[in-house]
């Protein structure tokens, strides 16, 4: 009976202890250092964390979190983009903190994976138009393509991402989370992954954007339970 006991914490704990790593580059901005009047985020910024226009002009990154100070339509983008090297699966979830104030409770983001083509362009942009109002995506090399991770639609073309607009309480912080669609593809099947933030009101300054994360979707704790005692009730099973 010792043993069926042991078995079933594992796989209480086994879900848990298969989360991936993070795929967005310090998203707590503890140390975050931004691209500094970058337009666009390019290939070359590729694991490099943070871009953004004129920052502090735009957002300011250096008090632990990524405060918006912009008040005009060119200095409202913030993202990254990062490689997808050992991640699996598809069920995968973006969140973020916001904090917004009156005046200006959206946060608009998306998020998009692209697989990369042959003979790339020295001009590589995952996103167009960082320093404005822009959810461009565009395609990386002949031959590439990009999923849209907000519906799961593929491009073949630089297109619009689909917008995606969180709305908070003025002076409270709050989590959104969004299910990534890989479009009935998993990660794995991706070179890279980024994700966009921008103001919804880019006229007013002050929202604070904060806890950033890209990671495999954990169970539910009620789900554990059942996978759990499910697990515990096949062992007493076959042990009889």
């Keep these: 009976m010792k043993n069926l006991v042991v078995l079933a914490v594992a796989l209480f704990v086994l879900p848990v202890a298969s989360v991936s790593a993070d795929l967005v580059t310090n998203g707590d901005f503890a140390s975050a250092t931004p691209g500094g009047n970058d337009n666009h985020v390019l290939f070359d910024d590729l ?18 979190s990524a405060e918006y100070t912009g008040t005009g339509a060119n200095k409202s983008g913030l993202g990254q983009a990062s490689s997808i090297t050992i991640e699996t699966g598809s069920d995968y979830t973006l969140s973020f903190d916001w904090t917004p104030v009156a005046g200006a409770l959206d946060l608009n983001y998306t998020v998009a994976a692209w697989k990369a ?18 959810q461009q995506s565009r395609v990386i ?13 593929s491009h073949t073309t630089n297109a619009n991402a689909a917008l995606n607009t969180y709305t908070g309480t003025a002076g409270v912080a709050t989590t959104g989370t969004l299910a990534l669609n890989f479009g009935g593809d998993s990660i794995e099947d991706f070179d890279y ?15 604070v954007l904060n806890n950033v994360a890209i990671v495999t979707a954990v169970p539910e704790p009620s789900s554990l339970a059942v996978i759990g005692f499910c697990g515990l009730g096949l062992l007493i099973r076959r042990r009889k």
Excluded at 47 to 64: Q, R
Excluded at 141 to 153: F, H
């Design 141 to 153: 090399g002949t031959g590439g393509s990009w999923t849209d991770l907000n519906d799961g639609s």
């Design 193 to 207: 992954i980024g994700v966009k933030f921008w103001s919804g009101d880019a006229t007013v300054a002050g929202g």
């Design 117 to 134: 083509g042959t003979a790339p362009a020295a001009d590589n942009r995952f996103f167009t138009g960082l320093n404005f109002i822009s």
């Design 47 to 64: 694991d490099n964390g943070w871009m953004v226009k004129g920052n502090p002009a735009g957002w300011d990154l250096t008090g632990g």
